[in-house]
DNA sequence: GAAATGCCCCTTTTT
DNA sequence: GGGGCATTTC
């Protein structure tokens, strides 16, 4: 059987599959199984040894997703049914049979953690050849790489700096000030939102429709992006969309290098490509195209980035955007037991857009999904808590317990009544360690003494610790360099050669500019972690931490300290900085014996013997937020997040909701969740809460109301929220002028810049009546470049540079 | 220029 | 319930 030797063939493929689907439960795999379109002497080879170690333990289809080697194939992986370990072994039988380098692999995977796991795993599979794996990354990495070794040809250096959220809205906040518009009224936060779902469907500034464009700032939003994208070739930045759509560009506009690509990847792999965005799905089908060996992995069922701009259309349109796909299923499940399988797929089934999967298990039916309802969050919490020490006494590992939660906020009572118990826990996922305030800082004061380009992140540290310089002085630095179209230190050290700033300032800036210089020098001369001891030192930012009183400062040091230690992990600075730009997670601490703590998003891909899904109520979980935004298409892929969530579970499942929450600080009844009626009855059961909580008749009769939701009758909740969307001022008055930018500026343009870049010898000389912002007017009294000494009739006679003068 | 106070936004999920 | 930001006050 399965001899395809045209694995493009449809009707082949078809038979194959039939075959293998009617087998299915045959868990002995078939020895004979020859590989599609292998040389004759790889043929022998294998009859010789035709059982290649690693390939012993796959089941059927996961053996066939494993050995279609050549041409598309789409893997539908269930949850819990191998998946990784399919594209695991894939890839170790892509080397072991010597049809591929591991260098002309290319593994793409969504998530940094996800990389390190493969990796891992497939260097267990063949030894350390995988470590040979240079294009195995996340999306953005290889982005990085790719774009890195072809900057120039897309207007950037090959150290070009990747901003992070934080900068990216500091730089488009300075963009809307600068168009003077109110940065209140058009948040630069949500600009930057905007620009990211752009950059996730890699529309670049100039194919922004006119009608998504309306809805910022009348119509000037795709302007926006423009000079956005404009002034970060000016930094020399980049940001994380651009990681993406600039490589899709640099093929696009370089066929060459593109064709180089697709020779050396002579197999791509794709792992949940449910997750892929538009962008990305482009990115794909252009290294695809020249050899057509796609392997892509996901479960549409388990599509949850939606929101993000991942395209579930991508998976669903597979078979019809790469003509000739084959197909696998992957419907065996091996970690949960038959009762939370069949929840999970009961539920599910409700959703419309799916391709269809059935999963099943040989396992034990196990105990029903149990689900519990409490009086209150805080009552929820302390049920958590009650069970976890009843499982504690039993025995049972707490690394193996999960509670997983919708959204972040659930976290801290829960976390409360944890601290309150003693009970060891771990949040995954939370507050990421390099976004911390004082990581930032530390890195932002890194970035400045490897780059001296580096504007935002000089911005960032120019007065922390608080050393006198303010506002006014990053204004007065600020004008000079966008007029000279330099970067702000190189600003700075002309500023502090004339008199523009006080003299404080300008002492204080020499001084600040003068650590700089010597801590870049010694780059080259001091160990990395050596030196950036000294840059935190010196600066005087340990000891702006050390002097701080508040209860926090101490967590902050201790940061460092760790920051310092990884670092160490790191051959140099730049090496370590273009590690954090990426990888925003930090390495994860010891999971032994603590309870997990996390959301439903960052479960995915995990498992754990015992689940807690606390917060299914309506509102919550489907969270009104996407049921508002996206309709229907919102409320399936909240139910996926369910599906996830259930589906995390090995052997036991408890759902709870309560009957009161805290939103806002403020107490709301709430219905428990719709997708707990969209439950099998036949497996699961309604819990009692622990006596020692119910809380007498209130909780009670409250409860029973949501509980009627068991019933056949459940209608939606009387909890519809009245609130409208309907944003104030949309309607705005229609006398504006049509999207076009105002004419004029404020120099800010980086025609401008140019223009005063080109025009940098000044155009005053001696004896020229000038106008000075601050000094009024005056008589030029010397000119040396674009230094001038002027006497001004009321301040006397200063050094000022000539960008701020004007002809008088 | 810096600290203190007061106001307003928000809260889904993240490479 | 809280954090960011602007205004106020020193």
Redesign the pocket.
Known sequence: MKTELFPHADSARGSALKVERASVTDPLPDKSVPVPSLSLGEKARRAVQPQVPYLTGLNLEQRRAVETLEGPLLVLAGAGTGKTRVLTTRIAHLIATGRAFPSQILAVT???KAAREMKERITALVGAVAEGMPWLG???AIGTKILRRHAELVGLKSDFAILD?DDQIRLLKQIIRAENLD??RWPA?QLAHLI?SWKNRALTPDKVSAGEAQGFANGRGAALYKLYQERLKVLNAVD?GDLLVETIRLFRENPDVLARYQDRFRYILVDEYQDTNVAQYLWLRLLAQGRQNLCCVGDDDQS?YG??GAEVDNILRFEHDFPGAAVVRLERNYRSTAHILAAASHLIAHNEDRLGKTLHTDGAAGEPVAITGAWDSEEEARQIGEVIETLQAQAHPLSQIAVLV????QMREIEDRFVQLGLPYRVI?GP?FYERLEIRDALAYFRCVVSQADDLAFERIF?TP????????LQILHAYARHAGIPLMQAARALIETEELKPK?RSTLRDLLAAFDRWSRQLETVPHTELAEIVLDESGYTTMWQNDRSPEAGGRLDNLKELIRTLEEFPDLQAFLEHVSLV??ASEGDSHERVSLM?L??AKGLEFDTVFLPGWEEGLFP?Q??LD??GRA?LEEERRLAYVGLTRARKSARIMFASNRRI??LWNATAPSRFIDELPEAHVEVKEAPAAFSYGNYGRSRFDQGSGAFGSTYNTPGWTRARQNSGPGFGAPTGAPPGGRRGGGHGHTIEGEIVARAAASSAFRAGDRVFHQKFGPGTVATADGNKLTIDFDKAGRKAVIDSFVKPA
């Open positions: 969504f998530t940094n996340t999306f953005h959220t940065d209140k936060r990211d994380f949850i929101w993000r919708r959204i972040s906020a996922g990421r007065n608080k050393r006198g310089l303010g506002d006014a002085t300032q925003m997670d959301t998003h960052a969270n937020r996407a935004e996206q919102g806002h600080g």
